[in-house]
């Protein structure tokens, strides 16, 4: 019997938020970048999480408590349009002077930030509670 089984799905979701927090850096640092290497404005990332259904049928017992209850499936771009800003003399400026930038919020991506910070910190502390609870288990045998 594997006394740390809990900390797995805890692990798994330690790596998806560090990943969704590494994305919403990249949405902050490119908030301003109106030219990719595509030539158009970047465009905001979101993670997209899926969790691994465990009890199917076919399943043993003990298949149920192995491996990550979490993954990310994919990063994909959100698909709204640019803002227009008025820049006028910007190298990236249409004949009326507004320029695409990315549609990006700088208040939402903060949100995300928080709430990604906030999950890896509860999970964390359940992995810190888990091993607190298999060593005094062990230390009951002596």
Do not use: C, W
């Not at 919403?24 to 259904?53: C, H």
């Amino acid at each position: 019997m594997d006394l740390l089984s809990g900390i797995d799905s805890s692990a798994a979701a330690l790596e998806a938020q560090k990943f969704r927090m590494d994305i919403i850096s990249q949405n902050i640092a490119n908030a301003q970048t109106s030219r990719g290497p595509d030539g158009k404005p970047y465009q905001r990332k979101q993670v997209v999480f899926e969790n691994l259904l465990r009890g199917s049928k076919g399943l043993e017992r003990d298949d149920l408590t192995k491996g990550p209850l979490l993954q990310v499936t994919r990063v994909m771009s959100e698909q709204t349009p640019p803002r227009l800003v008025h820049i006028p003399g910007h190298p990236d400026a249409d004949q009326n002077g507004m320029v695409a930038m990315p549609n990006i919020s700088i208040h939402r991506e903060m949100v995300d930030m928080i709430s990604s910070s906030r999950a890896y910190e509860a999970n964390l502390s359940v992995v810190k509670t888990a091993r607190s609870m298999a060593q005094k288990t062990m230390s009951m045998g002596k």
